[in-house]
């Protein structure tokens, strides 16, 4: 599985960006997968994750504020950033641990986008 994550950008306090996740390659929908983010000197850490079973877990410093969906139709995923914050400055890095392909359905080994740089100003 092959993912690229894309949207970051610079953006004031407040404001709002959507990042992408399109997987490539055999896959042709993702079940499971979320969104984590890493800032400097600091460890990655979970934003949002979308489960298979359909449940959600949110990191507690952006709970209300993200909103994570997947376009199976584009193979894409997307997560929803409103009321961004300066502490929300980080790259923003997508996983896929679950999907189906024509090759059948996986879940359990995770696939890692490039991530995309996010930077809130104050």
């Known amino acids: 599985v092959q993912l690229q994550a894309s949207g970051g950008g610079l953006v004031q306090a407040g404001g709002s960006l959507r990042l992408s996740c399109a997987a490539s390659?055999?896959?042709?929908?993702?079940?499971?997968m979320g969104w984590y983010r890493q800032a400097p000197g600091k460890e990655r850490e979970l934003v949002v994750a979308l489960n298979s079973g359909g449940s959600t877990n949110y990191g507690s410093s952006v709970k209300g504020r993200v909103t994570i969906s997947i376009d199976n139709h584009k193979k894409t995923a997307y997560l929803q950033m409103n009321n961004l914050k300066p502490e929300d400055t980080a790259v923003y890095y997508c996983k896929v641990w679950g999907y189906c392909s024509s090759h059948g359905c996986y879940e359990g080994n995770d696939n890692w986008g490039q991530g995309t740089q996010v930077t809130v100003s104050s």
């Open positions: 390659g055999s896959i042709f929908s993702i079940n499971a």
